[in-house]
């Protein structure tokens, strides 16, 4: 999580930068050019979490060849992704040198795409021994990887911006520091999962199948979410115009890394989901930690998209500056819906590690192809807000439509009571910071340092309030449990039935 954290504010303070010195022009195209090669990413099949459930599997049932023949298979299949990869980078380099006239527009834009794509190739072997580390339950290491990147290629960023690099520098940045990454990444898998090897001898076309077959549910829903986050910067660019990308793109920045910090912050439960259903099957011990995982993350989004929505028209002001407040409005109509989607994050968790994930692909591709046509449809009349609408209305009515009742159904819960734990801690957390945001009206304009205080010293009471009241106790007491013990114990003389039965 201080890794994701990490990252997302290195975003947030490099983003104004690389506003103000790319321009809205440039910065549009950096953006757009970011959203094609994020889609494209996604096709790696699904079976990037498909690894990661497998060596779960393996792993707890003892079965090293196993887990050595899903790991070569996997690393062949995607070694051939980058290949294709490489080929696709070719093609487009080939199509801007005869559809650009400008020559200093299209050297810089074959530079960015040679570098980006290079990045996007790499990247397909790579996840694989992110998910062993995964499977291994020792993402930590990787996170501290991910801390290290993060850390430097702000630094980094922030220097070239301003020594006028441009996109080509930032590019370069985003090909070193990555390739650096997962050199360290393939070091540490060594280590960590010793018996995973890559043996020519063990890849098999059929246990290419069956990866395949398992992952093209994960692959719809993962090529769904990015289309979600990304198609719509496309759609923008199209048919509104490039400097709208700019707007827009702010508030979908915000959501998207919100998204990515919920996601990544428990993607651990997956393998851990698979590891309890392997050793125990459909016990009271999953409906447990799915509950307190769905709980955890309500609490989570409920306070920090409250906080968005309340406090986000003056944190743009604060941010970008005050020629872009039209980025609010993108920014919360986004935040409402995903706010509700984001609880489910849980739910498509534990359905991967059941196996029992084919429902939520489906629904997750239904949900892309109508906002495609929605924000298609209403970016002409409503502009950037319209397509936010186009995007968010879908998202939400399925997340609370469909995928509960999915998920309820295979672990034999009722239906309202999950509806209710949802909805309980995120009425509670939303009515306490109804007095945050009638306080905010009453303050002059804030720079950033200045929200972050007021941030800190209102929502600090407000979030303990919301745990307290809304988060059951059992919850508290296993999370208190998961700290280190210098600091669970003060907590728990603090708070007496935190102790441990």
Known sequence: MLAIFVSAIGTLAIFPIA??????????????????????????FGMSQTVVRFLSKFRADGDS??????????????????AVTLLVVCGTLIVLDRTI???????????????????GALAFPTYVLEGSLSAALRQDLSSLLLLTRATARVGISYWALRSGYGIVGLATIAFTTDTVYRLAVWHLQRRVFPELRYEWALVSWICFKELLQFGRFVFLTNISKFSLMHS??????????????????????VVSRLERMIRLGIFLAMPAFTTIATQTGHSNLL???????????????????????VAGHDFVLAWIGRDYGAAYWPLAILMV????ELTQIPALQLMTALGKHRRFAHFDFGVALATIALACALAIPFGIN??????????????????PRNVCNELEIPLWHYLGQIGRIMGISLALQVPVWLLLQQMPGMNLLELFVFG???????????????VPRSDQRYLVGLLPRRIARPIRKLLPYLREA
């Open 101 to 119: 006239a400008d020559p200093q527009e299209r050297e810089t834009l074959s530079w960015t795409v040679l570098l980006i794509g290079l990045t």
């Open 287 to 309: 409906r447990q930690r799915f509950y307190t995982v769905t709980r955890v993350v309500t609490f989570g989004v409920s306070i920090i998209g409250g906080g968005l929505l």
């Open 386 to 403: 319209g397509v936010a609408f186009g995007v968010a209305l879908p998202v939400a009515a399925v997340a609370i439509l469909l995928k």
């Open 337 to 340: 819906a995903w706010m509700v």
């Open 19 to 44: 506003v103000s010195e790319l321009g809205n022009y440039w910065f549009g195209i950096w953006m757009l050019i970011g959203s094609v090669v994020t889609q494209y990413q996604a096709l790696d």
């Open 65 to 82: 060849t196993g887990a050595r023949r899903v790991f070569s298979t996997a690393i062949t299949a995607f070694l051939v992704l980058t």
């Open 232 to 253: 719509s910067v496309i759609v923008v660019s199209t048919l509104i115009g490039v400097q709208a990308t700019a707007i827009y793109s702010i508030g979908l920045n």
């Open 456 to 470: 800190c010293v209102t929502y600090s009471p407000v979030a303990l309030a919301v745990l307290l009241i809304a």
